[in-house]
């Protein structure tokens, strides 16, 4: 568990120290098959290691987008179940919600699923900020 430990740190302290070189353009790249290394002297190779950097970042940030809409699915989709079970709760002690009533409004498992849908909808607009909609 310690070494776990210490590679973790390692390898943030590492993706620290990338970061804040690419940021003030010190970025060095290395030429793994002629063993050269050399500075990001053009454009192209400055690119280059911007795309990898952000190709990187951007695909943790869309396994959260995805991870986020599959739980607003299920959410969603739970809340539908949840809401219903307490119109039909709310049926049998009043007035039908088709015919106007209003009895489940005081029936706490339709809160519950409404509560449950806000927490779905919360989460699908959250995933927005991490994925692009496409995915």
Same mark, same amino acid.
């Given at each position: 568990?310690? /070494?776990?430990? #210490?590679?973790?740190?390692?390898?943030?302290?590492? @993706? $620290?120290? &990338? =970061?804040?070189?690419?940021? +003030? %353009?010190?970025?060095?790249?290395?030429?793994?098959?002629?063993? /050269?290394?050399? #500075?990001?002297?053009?454009?192209?190779?400055?690119? @280059? $290691?911007? &795309? =990898?950097?952000?190709?990187? +970042? %951007?695909?943790?940030?869309?396994?959260?987008?995805?991870?986020?809409?599959?739980?607003?699915?299920?959410?969603?989709?739970?809340?539908?179940?949840?809401?219903?079970?307490?119109?039909?709760? +709310? %049926?049998?002690?009043?007035?039908?919600?088709?015919?106007?009533?209003?009895?489940?409004?005081?029936?706490?498992?339709?809160?519950?699923?409404?509560?449950?849908?806000?927490?779905?909808?919360? +989460?699908?607009?959250?995933?927005?900020?991490?994925?692009?909609?496409?995915?």
């Amino acid at each position: 568990k310690r /070494q776990l430990a #210490a590679a973790q740190d390692a390898a943030a302290s590492g @993706a $620290a120290e &990338l =970061q804040r070189r690419f940021r +003030a %353009g010190l970025l060095h790249m290395s030429n793994a098959g002629a063993g /050269q290394s050399f #500075a990001m002297s053009s454009d192209t190779h400055f690119h @280059a $290691a911007r &795309l =990898q950097l952000e190709q990187l +970042a %951007g695909s943790a940030e869309n396994a959260k987008g995805v991870t986020l809409a599959l739980t607003s699915s299920l959410f969603i989709g739970a809340s539908f179940i949840i809401k219903k079970k307490g119109l039909m709760y +709310a %049926g049998q002690s009043g007035l039908r919600a088709s015919a106007g009533g209003y009895s489940y409004l005081r029936q706490p498992l339709w809160w519950v699923g409404l509560l449950t849908m806000i927490g779905g909808e919360s +989460a699908n607009f959250a995933a927005y900020a991490y994925a692009p909609a496409i995915l």
